[in-house]
């Protein structure tokens, strides 16, 4: 079992994140922030797939008035995702922005940040410091080189963090992403290291979703498992549905999330499988869509390691030259004809 590391909580609107509460899984809209309409169906689509936070842009005026609409109409707490403009920040804050989420990289004038603090401290609205590792590369008006980028990630986000501190203001959660696995773990071990806020992690512009998942569970998956992560966003070109999916398995994985729907094992397959066997494990998983039970099904090619391997599963298919052989949690319970396969799966489900 994982062991969090342990973390102040702060609490975003209704949703607490920290060490003490599970690691929270967020999201972002992808549809322009005007369309309040668009949006509001977004979030709610994000909502029902497990996301507790939405982090919407605000890159102009009209945005923040379009997010204090959204506020209103939706119950998921919004973050405002701020860059460069000190004033989108108050505004969302004062449109009611559960978090605002700040670049040190982009937004550097002192005054600009302690109006800011000043107001979120008076809206008890929380704060993410988030700094990108592409928006710190040209700080000095030269590309950074890389070996530096750590130092200088880290050295932005204290230089935010003792601000805030000097205000009292303790609302925060800190990230530091970057699109390189090692640099993201890196970076992250450090922050883990020097403050007891919580931490965002997430590896950023990850790319395409089939691409996305690897490198995100690489980086994410090494962090999580020392207990570092209070709250996790993937990073991937599209429907930020997929994001949150991704986010669940990966947590699930770490046994981080609670499984609510069935887990589908099924075996590699080898020149002992006599039937199609992928085929057959791509049936079964459409036939586990409508089942909302936490159970483990497995599909096996053969019943020479087939039944030892599914000894753990809930229900195990273990096929044979034209038939299968059903267990359940490790014994043998039926022989069935290849074409009633599915049937007599379906039955035993109902029944567990
Ligand atoms: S269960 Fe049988 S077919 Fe599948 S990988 Fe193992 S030995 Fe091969």
């Not at 707490?77 to 040190?104: M, Q, S, T, Y």
């Not at 699109?179 to 403050?195: C, H, P, Q």
């Not at 699930?252 to 199609?276: K, M, W």
């Amino acid at each position: 079992m994982i062991k969090r590391r342990k973390t102040k909580t702060v609490k975003v609107g209704s949703v607490k994140i920290g060490s003490s509460v599970p690691v929270v899984i967020q999201s972002m809209t992808k549809v322009p922030t005007v369309d309040v309409a668009r949006c509001v169906k977004q979030i709610r689509k994000l909502a029902n797939a497990g996301c507790r936070l939405v982090r919407i842009a605000v890159p102009t005026r009209a945005d923040t008035a379009a997010f204090a609409r959204l506020v209103e109409r939706v119950s998921v707490p919004l973050i405002a995702d701020v860059h460069f403009n000190a004033r989108r920040a108050i505004e969302a804050i004062e449109a009611g922005a559960a978090k605002v989420r700040l670049n040190p990289g982009n937004i550097r004038k002192r005054a600009d940040i302690l109006r800011i603090i000043d107001a979120a401290k008076m809206h008890e609205t929380a704060v993410r410091i988030g700094v990108n590792e592409a928006s710190i590369r040209d700080l000095k008006g030269q590309d950074i080189p890389i070996h530096k980028r750590i130092a200088l990630m880290l050295k932005e986000i204290t230089r935010y963090v003792r601000l805030f501190e000097s205000r009292n203001f303790s609302r925060l959660v800190l990230s530091a992403k970057s699109s390189d696995v090692l640099r993201t773990i890196e970076i992250n071990r450090l922050i883990a290291e020097g403050f007891d806020y919580p931490i965002h992690v997430g590896l950023t512009h990850a790319g395409l979703p089939e691409d996305a998942c690897v490198p995100s569970a690489a980086a994410l998956g090494v962090l999580l498992a020392e207990g570092i992560g209070d709250t996790i966003r993937i990073s991937v070109a599209g429907d930020p549905v997929a994001e949150a999916e991704i986010a669940k398995q990966i947590l699930i994985a770490l046994g981080l999330y609670e499984r609510s729907r069935p887990e589908l094992i099924v075996c590699p397959t080898c020149a002992r499988a006599q039937i199609d066997v992928t085929k057959l494990a791509r049936r079964v998983k459409k036939a586990l869509r409508g089942i909302d039970k936490p159970l483990r099904v497995a599909v096996m090619g053969c019943v020479v390691n087939g039944p030892g391997e599914a000894a753990d599963a809930d229900l195990a298919i273990c096929t044979a030259t034209t038939k299968a052989y059903i267990y359940r949690k490790g014994r043998r319970i039926s022989t069935v004809p290849e074409n009633k396969i599915i049937g007599a799966l379906l039955n035993e489900l109902r029944n567990m």
